[in-house]
């Protein structure tokens, strides 16, 4: 199933990000939040439940619970379902850039999930895709081919998208079986 993966311990730049980012999002601090979103924001995948158990080992799966439903309610981290049954959650599109703390970074972070997915096939890592790389035009295209095949005006209102294959390491990797 899972690829055994070693997350390191979060550097602390990554939790002053998170405070920063709870702070801009109007979200009382809390160390489990914290710990929680940091965890998140040093990876450029998503993470299930149970891998963020096993790296949190300390915490205790209701405070692990909680803090995600926070994080996810407050548009810090977002929780991507999958065909596999198992919830997994990502801050990767949600991070604002902190460069300066004016009120555009704070619009950005209550910005709704709106983006792609990839999924490997073969290890069953899911990736965030940047969202700016299909907004417009995937849409207008969406919308034409909606248009032909319905010959009616449906109006698309957001777009869950899902690529799947293999990811670069599954590429290269050598047939196990
Ligand atoms: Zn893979
Ligand atoms: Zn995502």
């Known amino acids: 199933m899972f690829q055994q993966t070693n997350i390191a311990v979060s550097p602390s730049n990554f939790s002053e990000q998170a405070a920063e980012l709870l702070r801009l999002a109007d979200v009382r601090t809390t160390p489990a939040r914290v710990t929680v979103l940091a965890t998140l924001l040093m990876q450029p995948r998503a993470l299930s439940h149970l891998e963020l158990h096993e790296t949190l080992a300390y915490l205790d799966r209701v405070t692990l619970y909680r803090a995600l439903d926070c994080l996810t309610e407050a548009g810090l981290a977002h929780k991507i379902s999958s065909d596999d049954r198992s919830f997994r959650y990502s801050a990767s599109a949600n991070t604002p850039l902190i460069k300066d703390s004016s009120e555009a970074s704070s619009q950005h972070v209550s910005t709704p999930h709106q983006h792609g997915h990839f999924k490997c096939n073969r290890c069953a890592r899911v990736f965030c895709l940047e969202q700016n790389l299909y907004s417009s035009a995937l849409q207008q295209q969406l919308q034409a ?27 290269t990797a050598p047939n196990e079986n």
């Open 145 to 171: 081919s909606m248009q032909l095949t319905t010959h009616r005006d449906f109006k698309i209102q957001e777009i869950d998208l899902t690529i799947k294959g293999w990811c670069a390491d599954c590429v």
